[in-house]
C-alpha cells in the first residue's frame, strides 16, 4: 500500500472515531407558555350611545327651592347628534352619571325639541330624574340610552382578543394546548367584547398571556378566571 493511501484509511478511521466519540446535541427544551383562562358566554348586549349636558336653568330654580312640589325633581339637557335623535322617542329610559362622584341614576326622555345646532349638528333632548334619592346634578351629566339589544351573543374578556396581521383571533384551550381561531368582533361593553362570528358558548379561551401565542403552543394554566355571568341587557330599545 502506497504512503498516500495509507494516509487516506487513517483519515477516514479518524473521521469515523470523531463521530462515534461526539455527544448528541440536546434539544432546547419546548416553551410553555402560563397563561389564565376564561368560557365563553352568551350575554344580552345594549348598543348604547352617550351626550354630555348639565342641568337646566329652571331645573336649577326649582330643586334649590324648598317650598316647590318640583324640588325632587332634575331636568337634563342632552344634545344629542342629529342621527341618534330619530332612533329615540318619549319615555326613553336615560342612565344619567355625574362625572363629579361617578353616581348613577335612571331618568326617562320628556322632550325632544326640533331645533337643531348648526355648529355642532345636535338636537337637545331633555331627560327628567323624579325622586332620585341621593342623587343630583354636579356638574357635568352624561346620559346614555340603549339604541338596539344584540340578543345571547358570545362574548369573551377584551385581553383574549390579539390582533394579528390576518385579522383577530382567540386562542382556544384544549388539553393544554392553544388553537387559533379567526374571529369577527362586535359591539364592546364593560371589558367584554361581542363575537360575531368564531366562538361558541362553553369554549375556553385564553385571556391573560394570550398575546405571547401562537397556533399550536403548549400553555400551562396558572389559575381559571372565573367566567362573567349571563345578564341582560340594562335597558330596552
Known amino acids: 500500500m502506497s504512503r498516500s493511501s495509507l494516509w487516506t484509511v487513517l483519515l477516514v478511521f479518524a473521521v469515523i472515531a470523531f463521530g462515534c466519540g461526539k455527544k448528541e446535541e440536546q434539544k432546547p427544551p419546548e416553551k410553555i407558555v402560563n397563561i389564565t383562562t376564561a368560557e365563553v ?10 351626550a354630555v349636558g348639565s342641568e337646566t336653568s329652571v ?21 344629542f347628534p342629529q342621527d341618534i335623535v330619530r332612533r329615540l322617542k318619549i319615555g326613553q329610559s336615560v342612565t344619567l352619571t355625574n362625572f363629579e362622584d361617578g353616581k348613577k341614576t335612571i331618568g326617562v326622555i320628556r322632550e325632544i325639541r326640533p331645533a337643531l345646532s348648526t355648529m355642532t349638528q345636535t338636537v337637545e333632548v331633555i331627560a ?5 334619592g341621593g342623587w343630583r346634578p354636579a356638574g357635568s351629566v ?7 339589544i344584540h340578543r345571547h351573543m358570545p362574548v369573551v374578556p377584551e385581553q383574549a382578543m390579539v390582533l394579528r396581521p390576518a385579522g383577530a383571533v382567540v386562542y382556544v384551550i384544549s ?20 363575537i360575531l362570528e368564531g366562538m361558541q358558548p362553553g369554549w375556553i379561551v385564553a385571556v391573560d398571556g394570550a398575546a405571547l401565542l401562537s397556533d399550536g403552543a403548549k400553555v400551562n394554566v396558572r389559575n381559571a378566571a372565573p367566567a362573567p355571568a ?4 340594562d335597558a330596552a330599545p
Not at 142 to 148: F, P
Open 41 to 50: 358566554v352568551a350575554r344580552d348586549l345594549p348598543l348604547t350611545e352617550s
Open 59 to 79: 331645573s336649577q330654580a326649582d330643586s334649590y327651592d324648598p317650598t316647590s312640589v318640583h324640588a325632587r325633581r332634575f331636568f337634563i339637557r342632552l344634545p
Open 128 to 132: 327628567e330624574v323624579k325622586n332620585p
Open 142 to 148: 352624561r346620559g346614555e340610552v340603549a339604541l338596539e
Open 175 to 194: 388539553d393544554n394546548v392553544a388553537h387559533a381561531h379567526p374571529v369577527k368582533t362586535g359591539i364592546q361593553r364593560d371589558g367584554m367584547i361581542e
Open 230 to 233: 349571563s345578564s341582560k341587557a
